[in-house]
């Protein structure tokens, strides 16, 4: 499925939430979709835990799949 055809249904179930049950319906749906998605990246392996928080040095944080592409890392 392509993204403007999951954005599409996206659209149109925030809008009936919106439509028919006003708009604590339509926050309702919105944060469950945000919820969703998240947990579908995390699922798929596009995000990891880690990604959400930040180190208090401000070092950027190396995955292993970058590392092993840099050679840094052996296996």
Do not use: N, T
């Not at 954005?7 to 809008?15: C, D, F, R, S, V």
């Not at 009936?16 to 995390?42: K, N, P, S, T």
């Amino acid at each position: 499925m392509s993204k403007a055809v999951v954005g599409l249904i996206a659209g149109m179930a925030l809008g009936f939430a919106g439509y028919f049950g006003g708009f604590w319906a339509f926050l309702l749906v919105l944060v469950l979709g945000a919820v969703g998605l998240v947990v579908g990246r995390l699922m798929e392996g596009d995000l990891e835990p880690g990604d959400f928080f930040r180190r208090r040095d401000d070092h950027q944080r190396i995955r292993d799949d970058q590392r092993r592409a840099r050679g840094d890392w052996r296996q």
